[in-house]
Protein backbone atom coordinates (compact mmCIF):
# COMPACT_ATOMS: atom_id res chain seq x y z
CA UNK A 1 0.00 0.00 0.00
CA UNK A 2 2.62 2.70 1.20
CA UNK A 3 4.58 1.18 -2.48
CA UNK A 4 1.59 2.36 -4.46
CA UNK A 5 1.09 5.56 -2.43
CA UNK A 6 4.42 6.49 -3.14
CA UNK A 7 4.00 6.01 -6.96
CA UNK A 8 1.14 7.88 -7.23
CA UNK A 9 3.23 11.12 -5.30
CA UNK A 10 5.90 10.35 -7.90
CA UNK A 11 3.43 10.35 -10.67
CA UNK A 12 1.80 13.61 -9.55
CA UNK A 13 5.69 15.64 -8.62
CA UNK A 14 6.49 14.48 -12.74
CA UNK A 15 3.25 16.00 -13.85
CA UNK A 16 3.63 18.78 -12.37
CA UNK A 17 7.47 19.37 -13.33
CA UNK A 18 6.24 19.07 -16.72
CA UNK A 19 3.51 21.50 -16.89
CA UNK A 20 5.75 23.90 -15.07
CA UNK A 21 8.54 23.59 -17.79
CA UNK A 22 6.10 23.25 -20.69
CA UNK A 23 4.67 26.84 -19.35
CA UNK A 24 7.29 28.47 -19.41
CA UNK A 25 9.04 27.28 -22.68
CA UNK A 26 5.50 28.52 -24.01
CA UNK A 27 6.12 31.87 -22.25
CA UNK A 28 9.88 32.47 -23.69
CA UNK A 29 8.81 31.13 -27.26
CA UNK A 30 5.54 33.17 -27.00
CA UNK A 31 5.05 36.16 -24.42
CA UNK A 32 2.41 37.53 -23.84
CA UNK A 33 1.44 40.44 -26.23
CA UNK A 34 1.92 44.06 -25.10
CA UNK A 35 -1.81 45.84 -24.29
CA UNK A 36 -2.29 49.21 -25.21
CA UNK A 37 -1.82 50.49 -21.53
CA UNK A 38 1.75 49.38 -21.55
CA UNK A 39 2.18 51.61 -24.31
CA UNK A 40 1.21 54.41 -23.30
CA UNK A 41 1.11 54.04 -19.23
CA UNK A 42 3.64 56.29 -17.77
CA UNK A 43 4.93 56.44 -14.57
CA UNK A 44 4.67 59.37 -12.25
CA UNK A 45 7.46 62.39 -12.69
CA UNK A 46 9.60 63.01 -10.06
CA UNK A 47 8.57 65.06 -7.58
CA UNK A 48 10.82 66.79 -4.89
CA UNK A 49 9.36 67.75 -1.16
CA UNK A 50 10.80 69.73 1.73
CA UNK A 51 8.99 66.91 3.77
CA UNK A 52 10.82 63.59 1.34
CA UNK A 53 13.60 61.74 3.60
CA UNK A 54 14.43 60.75 7.57
CA UNK A 55 14.96 64.09 8.02
CA UNK A 56 12.14 65.85 6.38
CA UNK A 57 9.89 68.87 7.41
CA UNK A 58 7.07 70.16 6.01
CA UNK A 59 6.86 73.95 4.23
CA UNK A 60 4.33 75.70 6.27
CA UNK A 61 3.61 78.03 3.38
CA UNK A 62 3.26 75.43 0.53
CA UNK A 63 0.34 73.23 2.95
CA UNK A 64 -1.61 76.29 3.22
CA UNK A 65 -1.40 77.36 -0.43
CA UNK A 66 -2.10 73.48 -0.93
CA UNK A 67 -4.97 73.99 1.57
CA UNK A 68 -6.31 77.07 -0.66
CA UNK A 69 -5.90 74.91 -3.64
CA UNK A 70 -8.55 72.13 -1.91
CA UNK A 71 -10.70 74.85 -0.79
CA UNK A 72 -11.04 76.72 -3.96
CA UNK A 73 -11.10 73.30 -6.37
CA UNK A 74 -10.88 70.28 -4.70
CA UNK A 75 -13.48 70.27 -2.31
CA UNK A 76 -16.61 70.61 -5.32
CA UNK A 77 -16.14 66.95 -5.19
CA UNK A 78 -13.70 65.02 -2.73
CA UNK A 79 -14.17 64.60 1.01
CA UNK A 80 -11.40 64.89 3.38
CA UNK A 81 -13.19 62.52 5.84
CA UNK A 82 -9.99 61.78 8.47
CA UNK A 83 -8.68 65.33 8.81
CA UNK A 84 -10.79 67.91 11.13
CA UNK A 85 -10.85 71.18 11.41
CA UNK A 86 -8.54 71.59 14.46
CA UNK A 87 -5.61 69.92 12.65
CA UNK A 88 -5.29 72.98 10.52
CA UNK A 89 -2.77 74.31 13.70
CA UNK A 90 -0.41 71.99 12.46
CA UNK A 91 -0.32 74.41 8.89
CA UNK A 92 0.37 77.70 11.27
CA UNK A 93 -3.29 78.80 11.38
CA UNK A 94 -4.56 79.85 14.74
CA UNK A 95 -7.24 78.89 16.65
CA UNK A 96 -9.65 82.40 15.79
CA UNK A 97 -8.66 81.42 12.31
CA UNK A 98 -9.76 77.73 12.50
CA UNK A 99 -12.83 78.68 14.07
CA UNK A 100 -14.14 81.10 10.78
CA UNK A 101 -12.45 78.68 8.38
CA UNK A 102 -14.96 75.77 9.95
CA UNK A 103 -17.70 78.62 10.42
CA UNK A 104 -17.41 79.58 6.72
CA UNK A 105 -16.91 76.01 4.90
CA UNK A 106 -19.56 75.44 2.21
CA UNK A 107 -20.28 72.30 2.92
CA UNK A 108 -22.59 72.02 6.35
CA UNK A 109 -22.39 69.50 9.33
CA UNK A 110 -25.17 66.80 8.89
CA UNK A 111 -27.55 67.09 11.90
CA UNK A 112 -31.30 66.67 13.16
CA UNK A 113 -33.46 69.37 14.34
CA UNK A 114 -33.89 69.03 18.49
CA UNK A 115 -37.71 70.54 17.61
CA UNK A 116 -38.83 68.77 14.79
CA UNK A 117 -36.64 65.15 14.47
CA UNK A 118 -35.89 66.28 10.95
CA UNK A 119 -32.32 65.90 9.30
CA UNK A 120 -31.00 69.39 8.84
CA UNK A 121 -27.42 71.12 8.99
CA UNK A 122 -25.11 72.95 11.15
CA UNK A 123 -22.17 75.19 10.60
CA UNK A 124 -19.08 73.23 11.28
CA UNK A 125 -16.88 73.54 14.63
CA UNK A 126 -13.56 73.08 14.78
CA UNK A 127 -13.92 69.58 16.37
CA UNK A 128 -16.06 68.79 13.07
CA UNK A 129 -14.11 66.82 10.76
CA UNK A 130 -14.52 68.42 7.11
CA UNK A 131 -18.13 67.32 5.78
CA UNK A 132 -18.18 65.37 2.53
CA UNK A 133 -19.33 67.57 -0.58
CA UNK A 134 -22.32 65.18 -0.89
CA UNK A 135 -24.75 63.79 1.01
CA UNK A 136 -24.05 59.38 0.37
CA UNK A 137 -22.46 57.52 -2.52
CA UNK A 138 -25.59 57.82 -4.93
CA UNK A 139 -25.62 61.52 -4.75
CA UNK A 140 -21.97 61.64 -5.64
CA UNK A 141 -22.16 59.16 -8.55
CA UNK A 142 -25.26 61.12 -9.79
CA UNK A 143 -23.36 64.31 -10.06
CA UNK A 144 -20.32 63.13 -11.37
CA UNK A 145 -21.50 60.93 -14.68
CA UNK A 146 -21.32 57.66 -12.47
CA UNK A 147 -17.76 57.62 -11.12
CA UNK A 148 -17.43 58.43 -7.59
CA UNK A 149 -14.87 60.68 -6.44
CA UNK A 150 -12.22 59.16 -3.91
CA UNK A 151 -11.51 60.55 -0.09
CA UNK A 152 -8.00 62.35 -0.43
CA UNK A 153 -7.55 62.60 3.14
CA UNK A 154 -4.83 59.24 2.32
CA UNK A 155 -4.37 59.02 -1.48
CA UNK A 156 -1.06 59.81 -1.48
CA UNK A 157 -0.67 56.44 0.82
CA UNK A 158 -3.55 54.93 -1.12
CA UNK A 159 -1.87 55.35 -4.80
CA UNK A 160 1.61 53.85 -6.11
CA UNK A 161 3.95 56.87 -6.14
CA UNK A 162 2.36 59.34 -3.71
CA UNK A 163 2.38 62.97 -4.19
CA UNK A 164 4.67 62.07 -7.44
CA UNK A 165 1.15 60.40 -8.24
CA UNK A 166 -1.07 63.15 -7.50
CA UNK A 167 1.38 65.57 -8.97
CA UNK A 168 2.04 63.83 -11.98
CA UNK A 169 -1.90 63.22 -12.62
CA UNK A 170 -2.54 66.89 -12.06
CA UNK A 171 -0.36 67.81 -14.56
CA UNK A 172 -0.90 65.02 -17.26
CA UNK A 173 -4.05 65.43 -19.36
CA UNK A 174 -2.65 65.08 -22.73
CA UNK A 175 -5.07 65.41 -25.91
CA UNK A 176 -5.67 61.75 -27.23
CA UNK A 177 -5.71 62.82 -30.76
CA UNK A 178 -2.21 64.25 -31.18
CA UNK A 179 -0.69 62.63 -27.78
CA UNK A 180 2.77 60.61 -28.98
CA UNK A 181 4.13 57.99 -26.81
CA UNK A 182 7.80 57.78 -26.30
CA UNK A 183 8.37 55.64 -29.41
CA UNK A 184 5.79 58.35 -31.33
CA UNK A 185 3.31 55.88 -31.56
CA UNK A 186 -0.03 57.59 -31.78
CA UNK A 187 -3.16 56.66 -29.58
CA UNK A 188 -5.49 53.70 -30.87
CA UNK A 189 -8.99 54.74 -31.99
CA UNK A 190 -9.78 51.62 -29.43
CA UNK A 191 -7.58 53.45 -26.20
CA UNK A 192 -9.34 56.99 -27.00
CA UNK A 193 -11.60 58.25 -24.16
CA UNK A 194 -15.24 57.94 -24.49
CA UNK A 195 -17.50 60.56 -23.50
CA UNK A 196 -17.22 62.02 -20.54
CA UNK A 197 -13.89 60.72 -19.81
CA UNK A 198 -10.59 61.94 -20.77
CA UNK A 199 -7.01 60.72 -21.32
CA UNK A 200 -4.49 60.98 -19.07
CA UNK A 201 -1.47 58.46 -19.10
CA UNK A 202 -0.58 58.75 -15.11
CA UNK A 203 -3.64 57.28 -14.87
CA UNK A 204 -3.78 53.08 -14.87
CA UNK A 205 -6.23 52.86 -17.81
CA UNK A 206 -5.68 55.96 -19.54
CA UNK A 207 -8.79 57.40 -19.45
CA UNK A 208 -10.72 58.84 -16.03
CA UNK A 209 -13.43 60.73 -15.40
CA UNK A 210 -12.60 63.97 -13.65
CA UNK A 211 -12.18 66.27 -15.54
CA UNK A 212 -8.56 68.64 -15.55
CA UNK A 213 -8.97 70.50 -12.41
CA UNK A 214 -6.39 72.80 -12.77
CA UNK A 215 -6.29 74.55 -16.18
CA UNK A 216 -5.00 77.37 -15.97
CA UNK A 217 -2.36 79.80 -14.59
CA UNK A 218 -4.05 82.09 -11.94
CA UNK A 219 -7.16 79.79 -11.18
CA UNK A 220 -6.30 80.08 -7.38
CA UNK A 221 -4.98 83.75 -6.96
CA UNK A 222 -1.80 83.66 -3.66
CA UNK A 223 -1.36 86.24 -1.37
CA UNK A 224 1.77 86.30 -2.60
CA UNK A 225 1.74 85.10 -5.77
CA UNK A 226 -1.45 86.48 -7.98
CA UNK A 227 -0.84 84.25 -10.57
CA UNK A 228 0.86 80.71 -10.14
CA UNK A 229 1.25 78.28 -12.88
CA UNK A 230 -0.49 75.30 -13.07
CA UNK A 231 2.68 73.25 -12.09
CA UNK A 232 3.51 75.11 -9.08
CA UNK A 233 -0.60 74.83 -7.68
CA UNK A 234 -0.22 70.56 -8.85
CA UNK A 235 3.18 70.72 -6.34
CA UNK A 236 1.27 72.45 -3.46
CA UNK A 237 -1.99 70.86 -3.18
CA UNK A 238 0.02 67.63 -4.14
CA UNK A 239 1.98 68.47 -0.48
CA UNK A 240 -1.19 68.98 1.10
CA UNK A 241 -2.22 65.39 0.99
CA UNK A 242 1.22 64.00 2.20
CA UNK A 243 0.17 66.15 5.52
CA UNK A 244 -3.25 64.83 5.75
CA UNK A 245 -1.88 61.44 5.09
CA UNK A 246 0.76 61.98 7.58
CA UNK A 247 0.13 64.83 9.90
CA UNK A 248 2.29 63.23 12.44
CA UNK A 249 5.54 63.02 9.95
CA UNK A 250 8.00 65.73 11.48
CA UNK A 251 7.29 64.55 15.38
CA UNK A 252 7.73 60.71 13.62
CA UNK A 253 11.44 61.82 12.18
CA UNK A 254 12.20 63.50 15.28
CA UNK A 255 11.45 60.89 17.52
CA UNK A 256 13.32 58.80 14.67
CA UNK A 257 16.21 60.56 15.18
CA UNK A 258 16.80 60.85 19.27
CA UNK A 259 16.00 57.17 19.48
CA UNK A 260 18.91 56.51 16.27
CA UNK A 261 21.18 59.07 18.21
CA UNK A 262 20.33 57.12 22.21
CA UNK A 263 21.21 53.38 20.39
CA UNK A 264 24.25 54.59 19.24
CA UNK A 265 25.10 55.86 22.26
CA UNK A 266 24.20 53.20 24.21
CA UNK A 267 26.42 50.92 21.92
CA UNK A 268 29.35 52.84 22.38
CA UNK A 269 28.75 52.66 26.05
CA UNK A 270 28.12 49.13 25.99
CA UNK A 271 31.37 48.54 24.13
CA UNK A 272 33.60 50.69 26.61
CA UNK A 273 32.25 48.76 29.82
CA UNK A 274 32.98 45.10 28.34
CA UNK A 275 36.35 46.46 27.54
CA UNK A 276 36.44 47.59 30.95
CA UNK A 277 34.90 44.93 32.54
CA UNK A 278 37.06 41.94 30.60
CA UNK A 279 39.76 43.46 29.10
CA UNK A 280 42.18 41.90 31.21
CA UNK A 281 39.98 38.45 31.11
CA UNK A 282 42.19 35.35 30.01
CA UNK A 283 40.25 32.88 28.47
CA UNK A 284 41.12 29.34 29.56
CA UNK A 285 39.23 25.71 27.88
CA UNK A 286 38.63 23.28 30.11
CA UNK A 287 38.09 19.55 29.17
CA UNK A 288 34.84 18.41 30.12
CA UNK A 289 33.28 15.13 28.96
CA UNK A 290 34.72 12.02 28.71
CA UNK A 291 37.87 13.14 28.98
CA UNK A 292 38.15 15.07 31.73
CA UNK A 293 40.55 12.81 34.18
CA UNK A 294 38.34 12.14 37.30
CA UNK A 295 35.46 11.19 34.36
CA UNK A 296 38.18 8.39 32.96
CA UNK A 297 38.86 7.00 36.09
CA UNK A 298 35.38 6.34 37.33
CA UNK A 299 35.61 5.20 33.66
CA UNK A 300 38.67 2.57 34.44
CA UNK A 301 37.62 1.47 37.86
CA UNK A 302 33.69 0.88 36.85
CA UNK A 303 35.14 -1.32 34.01
CA UNK A 304 37.90 -3.05 36.34
CA UNK A 305 34.85 -3.56 38.99
CA UNK A 306 32.89 -5.38 35.91
CA UNK A 307 35.59 -7.17 34.67
CA UNK A 308 35.51 -5.39 31.52
CA UNK A 309 39.02 -5.71 29.41
CA UNK A 310 39.99 -2.59 27.23
Known amino acids: MRFILGLIGAIFALALTCSLFSGLKTYMNSPPAETVTDQFHLEPRHLALSSDGPLGKFDKAQLQRGFQIYTEVCSACHSLNFVSFRDLKGLGYNDAEIKKIASDWKTQVPSINPDTGEASGRKALPSDHFPAPFPNEVAARAANNNALPPDLSLITKAREGGAAYVYSLLTGYRNADTYRNEKGQPVPATAKPPQNLHFNPYFANLNLAMPPPLTSAGQV ?18 AFLVWTAEPKLESRHAAGLAVSIFLLFAAVLGYLAYQQVWHDAKREVRV ?10 KSRRAKAKGGVVG
Do not use: H, I, R
Not at 221 to 238: G, T
Not at 288 to 297: D, I, K, R, S, W
Open 288 to 297: TGVLEPQNQA
Open 221 to 238: SYADNPKPSVDQMAKDVA
